[in-house]
């Protein structure tokens, strides 16, 4: 049921997560998920995560739910909950959706961009700049998460922001586990360069390219990581 797991202490965690909310529990899942701790078609019995988590049934239940909104968890009746295989396909469906929506928000928060919220986006994007400098993956991550959440929040569409926001944890929970490629960090900064400057011009055509372009690109290189991941595997399978 479970592969090898080398990542970090179990014990450890377990005992931090004793305290917790069911979102720290639903964090850990994914994680968990996503290192490949539970392998791809495991059995998550509620009783066996109650043990391994130190918790009690109802953030197990809560975080299982919510795993399967993102789409890591499939629950079916009677059988209850396993892992989905998470493989380039379904990798790239997620991007394919979000592109759809996240394009379509960028232009909408164009109706109520102000020079401050401007200002603000351009702090934001320093931010991401030093992570970048300093490969604080991390950092980064959180960034680019505000810097699109402030632009997000503009288009004033709560239904289509929270399919964003639903995502927002698994896509960046796959950004930790296969990083970026050595260019990407540099392409965001001028992805989100030409959002800001199309922005400032008010050019909605330039803006429609500049967030369609950082959608593609976003796909293309996470995908990419995700074939050099399993080429190592079967390198050292081999």
């Known amino acids: 049921m479970y592969t090898q797991h080398t990542n970090y202490s179990r014990q450890e965690n377990a005992s931090q997560l004793s305290n917790t909310t069911y979102s720290k529990v639903r964090e850990q899942l ?19 995560l ?21 789409g890591l968890v499939v629950i079916e ?9 998470i493989d380039k396909k379904f990798v790239s469906n997620i991007y394919d959706v979000r592109r759809v929506i996240e394009v379509f928000m960028t232009l909408e928060s164009m109706r109520s961009i102000t020079d401050d919220i401007l200002k603000r986006l351009w702090k934001i994007q ?16 959180k960034y680019n998460t505000d810097f ?14 929270r399919l964003v926001e639903g995502h ?3 896509i960046n929970s796959l950004r930790m586990s296969f990083g970026y490629g050595v260019r990407r960090a540099d392409e965001i900064i001028h992805e989100h360069e030409q959002i800001l400057k199309a922005l400032e011009k008010r050019d909605e055509k330039a803006l429609e390219e500049a967030a369609s372009i950082h959608c593609i690109n976003a796909k293309k290189d996470v995908l990419l990581q995700m074939d050099m991941m399993e080429q190592k595997k079967l390198s050292v399978a081999k």
Request: hydrophobic share 40%.
């Open 77 to 85: 009746q009677h059988k209850g909950a396993y892992v989905r295989h």
């Open 126 to 141: 320093i931010g991401c700049e030093k992570a970048a400098k300093k490969g604080n993956l991390e950092q980064l991550l």
């Open 168 to 170: 927002w944890q698994l």
């Open 30 to 48: 994914r994680h968990d998920i996503l290192s490949n701790y539970f392998a791809p078609g495991a059995r998550l019995k509620i009783l066996d």
């Open 50 to 70: 109650v043990k391994l988590y130190n918790v009690s049934q109802m953030p197990i239940r809560e975080a299982l739910q919510q795993l399967q909104g993102e």
């Open 148 to 161: 699109h959440g402030t632009l997000y929040k503009l288009a004033d569409n709560e239904e289509a922001f």
